[in-house]
């Protein structure tokens, strides 16, 4: 299996840390904390949460962060100064991906 010793921990070390754990148990790994950057790692689940919490990991959360709504929310503020119309904007966006 995929996340066995002997198979996830070169895998991790091969990928840097580009795929965060899932898991708690895994940031207390040896191979997590070899570098120096590595110990951001160790408590990235703790913090982390699935896309659409506190919903549900659904498609329609999926296609909502696919779309980088959040991202362009604060793009937009900054560009045009008008933080307001910014999120009247990502909350029109969010509406039409969940159908309401």
């Not at 990928?15 to 191979?31: C, D, F, M, N």
């Not at 904007?89 to 309401?100: D, L, N, V």
């Amino acid at each position: 299996m995929v996340f066995q010793d002997e198979q996830f921990d070169p895998w991790w070390r091969l990928q840097e840390g580009y795929h965060l754990q899932h898991v708690k148990a895994t940031g207390q790994r040896p191979h997590v904390a070899q570098g120096p950057q590595d110990h951001r790692f160790q408590d990235e689940p703790k913090y982390g949460v699935p896309i659409g919490y506190p919903g549900p990991p659904n498609e329609k959360a999926s296609l909502s962060w696919s779309k980088y709504i959040v991202v362009d929310i604060f793009a937009r503020a900054v560009q045009s100064g008008d933080a307001k119309a910014a999120v009247d904007w990502g909350a029109e966006q969010i509406k039409r991906t969940y159908g309401i």
